[in-house]
DNA sequence: CTCCGGCGAG
DNA sequence: CTCGCTGGAG
């Protein structure tokens, strides 16, 4: 797949976007994307709200809550237990200075403590990071994972990201992992993709056939 | 690899 | 009804 003309056709249909974490606290921030692993944006909303009409909305309120109250209000986006007992670590993570302190670490070094908390995996960190510390990262999220397979880019998180990070510019990649997701929610849906009105199925690996990828 | 999980699309 | 959602742990 040739990425780059795939990416500059994606920046016609996707020319731009509004942060929906910009000028937001970090902690909120990283709370939020705990809440979206697997989950519909529609359901992360959702719960978002919900712990905000609870005043759940710093690492105190977090660590002083019961731990039902925060399971009911994650409750609309799934995985609530265990994303209930994450918040709980990420709140005492935070008020422990551990936040604070991987904002100040190189991406790298952020990236390797950030995944020592329980509940945030690689992709939690990577996106965190290119988020609130506006690292040059790619987050390689279910639809990019997906995408980046059928362009056949590489099988696994680790070289898919690669992949993408080769062919982009650092200054792109934020916008990017965003278009990425979109052109994904729309178009190269893991369910049924709609390659008969895909803007890229001329150079698309796949093209209209769809192998159960 | 399996489990967690409510929820919307088809 | 089934599938998959901006995953991660055990």
Redesign the pocket.
């Known amino acids: 797949m040739n990425v780059k003309e795939a990416i500059s056709r994606l920046a016609a249909l996707y020319p731009d976007f509004q942060p929906w974490w910009e000028g937001e606290d970090p902690f909120l921030v990283l709370v939020g994307i705990v809440i979206?692993?697997?989950?519909?944006?529609?359901?992360?909303r959702r719960a978002l709200s919900r712990l905000r009409e609870r005043g759940l909305t710093s690492p105190s309120a977090i660590l002083s809550a019961p731990q039902e109250e925060i399971e009911d209000a994650l409750?609309?986006?799934?995985?609530?237990?265990?994303k209930a007992r994450i918040l709980k670590d990420i709140a005492r993570w935070a008020m422990d200075g551990g936040l604070e302190r991987v904002l100040s670490l190189p991406h790298a070094r952020a990236r390797e403590e950030m995944?020592k908390?329980?509940?945030?995996?690689?992709?939690?960190?990577d996106?965190f990071l290119a988020f609130v510390a506006s690292a040059p990262i790619i987050?390689v999220?279910?639809?990019i994972m997906?995408i980046g397979r059928r362009w056949g880019l590489g099988t696994d998180y680790e070289s898919i990201k690669e992949a993408l990070e080769r062919e982009i510019p650092p200054e792109r990649r934020l916008w990017a992992?965003?278009a990425l997701?979109s052109f994904?929610?729309e178009y190269c849906?893991?369910?049924?993709p709609r390659c008969d009105v895909c803007p890229l199925s001329d150079i698309c690996p796949k093209r209209g056939i769809q192998p159960e990828l």
């Not at 409750?75 to 265990?82: D, E, F, H, S, V």
């Not at 908390?117 to 960190?125: C, E, L, S």
């Open positions: 979206s692993q697997n989950t519909s944006s529609a359901s992360t409750r609309p986006a799934g995985l609530y237990r265990a995944m908390v329980r509940g945030i995996g690689r992709k939690t960190a996106v987050g999220d279910t639809h997906r992992h965003k997701i994904g929610r849906r893991a369910r049924r």
